[in-house]
């Protein structure tokens, strides 16, 4: 599905995509922080709540600070926010300690794969335990915590070569992993197993953000130019951006409406406006008012 096409004099359809834009947990974080912040001068954040610069700033003038994970040893008698990506453990038993009060905004997908994690650890504490996911991602660091740190993260194949294919394996991935990539992962681990060790793997995968990667090559596949919105930092920004590049040659990553160039805009009737699961709605929205304005300019 596709947002109502927008059009203006010149005849030029700017069409913003449905399907980008914040994901349910990121939705529900921000949610709990706005309520927060109602009644509340500060709040603190225990890492950037989306990885959104527009967005984070907007949530700080509203009195939302972010922290880390040193500072939150030093503050005490504080309400917390712990964001979509998830915790481990440790988290939660400091702030016990420092008597801070703690707004879980953890999504709920990643909390069952928590205790999915920690249940296998814990079954079997002789097996390898392996995620498939970004080393030193926030997610991914929640999950190595259900595991004391013993789990093993793997990026890709590469690093599937340092496992050990005589003992038995319990593959996770993070939520946010692609599908393809994790079946890869999947097949290349059952080449390599020695009997009698086994490989036992879960599909952990989030289809909601899954599913993008099918519906912005769809969307993207449709305009004369496609505007990607998202952050450097976003690493579901980095797949999503790629995935439209496969599919269209004239896409640009912009960060905000500032960054739409007249340049962009020359000899095109249709233009898509997507984004990552950590773009708002309101940004995309920014852009398309900012492509009109550079329109007229063009056609003065």
């Known amino acids: 599905m596709m ?10 359809v700017v069409t913003i995509d ?3 834009g914040f994901c349910f947990g990121v939705v529900n974080a ?4 706005e309520e927060s ?16 610069s527009q967005e984070q700033e907007r949530l700080s003038q509203l009195g939302l600070r972010v922290i880390t994970h ?26 016990q300690e420092n008597a801070n009060f703690i707004i879980d905004a953890s999504c709920p997908v990643v909390l069952r794969l928590q205790k999915k994690i920690k249940q296998a650890f814990e079954s079997n504490p002789d097996a390898q335990i392996v995620i498939y996911g970004k080393i030193g991602h926030a997610e ?18 590469q690093d599937a070569e340092k496992l050990d294919f005589t003992k038995d394996i319990v593959l996770f991935s993070q939520t946010t992993k692609s599908l393809e990539g994790f079946n890869k992962l999947i097949q290349f681990i059952k080449e390599r197993m020695q009997k009698p060790a086994s490989l036992v793997y879960y599909d952990t995968i989030c289809r909601q953000v899954a599913n993008r990667v099918v519906r912005i090559r769809r969307f993207a596949s449709n305009f004369d130019l496609v505007l990607f919105v998202g952050d450097k930092k976003s690493s579901n920004g980095k797949v999503l951006f790629e995935e439209c590049c496969k599919v269209n ?52």
């Open 3 to 12: 947002k109502k096409d927008l059009q203006n004099k010149n005849n030029v």
């Open 18 to 20: 449905e399907n980008s």
């Open 30 to 33: 921000i949610s709990k922080a």
């Open 37 to 52: 912040l109602h009644s509340e001068d500060n709040l603190y954040c225990l890492g950037d709540i989306v990885h959104n």
């Open 70 to 95: 040193k500072d939150l040893t030093t503050i005490h008698n504080a309400k917390i926010l712990l964001r979509a990506h998830g915790e481990p453990p440790e988290t939660y038993r400091i702030a």
């Open 140 to 157: 991914v660091n929640g999950l190595v915590g259900q595991t004391r740190g013993k789990a093993v993260v793997v990026e890709n194949e």
């Open 249 to 300: 040659n004239n896409v640009h990553f912009i960060s905000s409406a500032q960054d739409v160039d007249k340049s962009f805009l020359k000899n095109v009737k249709t233009i898509g406006i997507c984004g990552a699961t950590s773009t708002p709605k309101w940004l995309m929205e920014d852009v398309a008012k900012e492509i009109y304005l550079k329109m007229e300019d063009l056609n003065k």
